[in-house]
């Protein structure tokens, strides 16, 4: 709670920066806050290749003929998002056998809108030798299914962040993945 994507970005990109570096190979996509005159107007979503796109604008309408997805004020442009992340992730599950890192940043209620997402993270989490660094909201309110499913895996480890601990995670969190790819 009040950590906004912005600030979790340098943690994803540094973190896929520090693994690419050490011969990792790395994926990945994440959320950024946009903003016009000092104010919140939406978020975008990154890839790790520099692609971006809309995710959400405030008060925007949904293009013709799709249903409108609303988070608060924002409204989810299920198009743009798909059309960046999925390839993302598809990309990761059939490149073949091999240790490799996606990081999904971030699997919350704008991106979960979107049921080929939901599918295609499940289908990441279930890649053989896949390492996924995602980041997902702390439990409140009505839980989120895909959510809960993740934090409840066996095989995940939750690092909670804090204001506090922000910028002090990223070698924790260097060395879980490195250690879950030996």
């Given at each position: 709670?009040?950590?906004?994507?912005?600030?979790?970005?340098?943690?994803?990109?540094?973190?896929?920066?520090?693994?690419?570096?050490?011969?990792v190979p790395v994926?990945?996509?994440?959320?950024?806050?946009?903003?016009?005159?000092?104010?919140?107007?939406?978020?975008?979503?990154?890839?790790?290749?520099?692609?971006?796109?809309?995710?959400?604008?405030?008060?925007?309408?949904?293009?013709?003929?799709?249903?409108?997805?609303?988070?608060?004020?924002?409204?989810?442009?299920?198009?743009?998002?798909?059309?960046?992340?999925?390839?993302?992730?598809?990309n990761v599950s059939?490149?073949?056998?091999?240790?490799?890192?996606?990081?999904?940043?971030?699997?919350?209620?704008?991106?979960?809108?979107?049921?080929?997402?939901?599918?295609?993270?499940?289908?990441?989490?279930?890649?053989?030798?896949?390492?996924?660094?995602?980041?997902?909201?702390?439990?409140?309110?009505?839980?989120?299914?895909?959510?809960?499913?993740?934090?409840?895996?066996?095989d995940v480890q939750?690092?909670?962040?804090?204001?506090?601990?922000?910028?002090?995670?990223?070698?924790?969190?260097?060395?879980?993945?490195?250690?879950?790819?030996?």
């Amino acid at each position: 709670p009040g950590i906004e994507p912005l600030h979790r970005v340098p943690c994803s990109v540094g973190t896929s920066e520090v693994l690419k570096s050490s011969g990792v190979p790395v994926d990945g996509f994440y959320t950024e806050e946009v903003r016009q005159g000092g104010r919140r107007i939406g978020f975008d979503v990154v890839t790790l290749s520099g692609l971006r796109g809309v995710l959400s604008r405030i008060g925007s309408e949904p293009p013709p003929g799709k249903r409108e997805c609303r988070v608060g004020q924002y409204v989810v442009d299920l198009t743009s998002f798909e059309h960046l992340a999925l390839p993302v992730l598809r990309n990761v599950s059939i490149s073949g056998p091999g240790h490799r890192v996606c990081i999904i940043d971030e699997i919350g209620k704008m991106e979960l809108f979107s049921q080929p997402f939901i599918q295609a993270v499940r289908q990441t989490l279930a890649t053989p030798g896949t390492v996924v660094l995602g980041t997902i909201p702390i439990p409140k309110g009505k839980p989120l299914a895909l959510v809960e499913e993740i934090r409840n895996r066996n095989d995940v480890q939750v690092f909670s962040v804090t204001k506090e601990n922000r910028n002090h995670l990223l070698p924790d969190i260097v060395t879980c993945v490195q250690s879950v790819r030996k």
